[in-house]
């Protein structure tokens, strides 16, 4: 299983990866930040973030079941292939949609 801390995929702004073979990690885990953030707010809702796994026979696709663990703790798990993990660190990030201290103030 996956236990990833975000900030350490996060260049110094934490608006985009560190380096760029993360990108694709960062997009994904993005996704799943949005989406789960979104789910515990009253903004609309997000599409259901898509497995990226790609075993020998072909890329995965399967729909994420995306929990909320804790407060800054996200777990997906794919309903198709079992691919799990859990994001952790994306509190003070502004993808975080329920975090509303930011006010929409860059940093
Ligand atoms: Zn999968």
């Given at each position: 299983m996956w236990v990833i801390d975000i900030k350490l995929c996060l260049n110094e702004s934490q608006n985009?990866?560190?380096?760029?073979?993360?990108a694709n990690k960062v997009e994904k885990l993005k996704e799943l930040i949005v989406y789960a953030s979104t789910r515990e707010s009253f903004a609309p809702a997000q599409s259901i973030p898509t497995c990226d796994q790609e075993p020998e026979s072909g890329p995965c696709n399967g729909h994420l079941n995306v929990h909320m663990i804790s407060d800054d703790e996200i777990y997906w798990v794919c309903a198709l292939c079992g691919d799990e993990g859990v994001v952790y660190g994306w509190k003070d990030l502004f993808w975080n949609i329920k975090n509303d201290d930011l006010g929409g103030e860059m940093h």
């Open positions: 985009g990866p560190a380096a760029p073979e993360l």
